[in-house]
């Protein structure tokens, strides 16, 4: 399955009106601790190594541009087995996928805990994340079987969010959760992030 996806600032009217007639999933704390090598090798091609709540999974894009400024929604391919994740990043299996890991050069860079409430209205999954270091934001995602589908998505998407009166990025500069804290917090690796027009 692709992950077609788009990201809005998170306040009480936003989520007033996006969570109108949803059904109401449930909350869950997410604890994702990233990992990259010291010269940005994943995160300056657009692609987010992450354990969540004790497993490994790999975001790969399947964006058209290259540049953020080339796209209207995130699109991803998400690799959630281990066997997926040593073959896209060629690691070959001697121990666990940790100690792999390591031994290839990732390490951790940020650990996030995030406070997410799901809904689901139709096929559209909505979440409101509120994260450890005072960021909320909205991700409203249409899963499709394969590249085909994707425009469709990125279509119903946006007149959803129209409907809903949510701003997009292509009106305002929309962080993600991860690009927020890096932002924040790693002034060198958010340039490295520019340079490579992945923001």
Do not use: C
Request: a neutral charge.
């Amino acid at each position: 399955m692709i992950e077609v996806e788009e990201k809005f600032i998170f306040d009480k009217g936003s989520e007033k009106k996006v969570i109108q007639g949803a059904n109401f999933l449930g909350e869950k704390l997410l604890i994702d601790t990233y990992y990259d090598t010291k010269d940005y090798a994943l995160t300056t091609k657009d692609t987010w190594l992450r354990n969540r709540n004790g497993n490994f999974e790999l975001k790969v894009p399947l964006n058209e541009g290259k540049g953020i400024n080339d796209r209207i929604v995130d699109r991803y391919d998400e690799l959630e087995t281990a066997e997926e994740i040593r073959k896209a990043l060629s690691i070959p299996m001697e121990r666990t996928l940790k100690e792999d890991l390591k031994m290839k050069g990732y390490y951790p860079f940020a650990t996030l805990v995030t406070t997410r409430r799901k809904y689901k209205k139709g096929d559209f999954n909505i979440d409101l994340d509120i994260v450890d270091f005072g960021y909320k934001i909205i991700e409203i995602e249409l899963m499709v079987k394969d590249s085909l589908e994707m425009k469709q998505a990125v279509e119903r998407i946006n007149f959803f969010a129209k409907e809903k009166g949510l701003i997009s990025r292509t009106e305002r500069i929309i962080k993600g959760k991860l690009i927020e804290y890096i932002y924040r917090n790693d002034s060198k690796h958010y340039l490295a992030l520019i340079e490579a027009g992945v923001v």
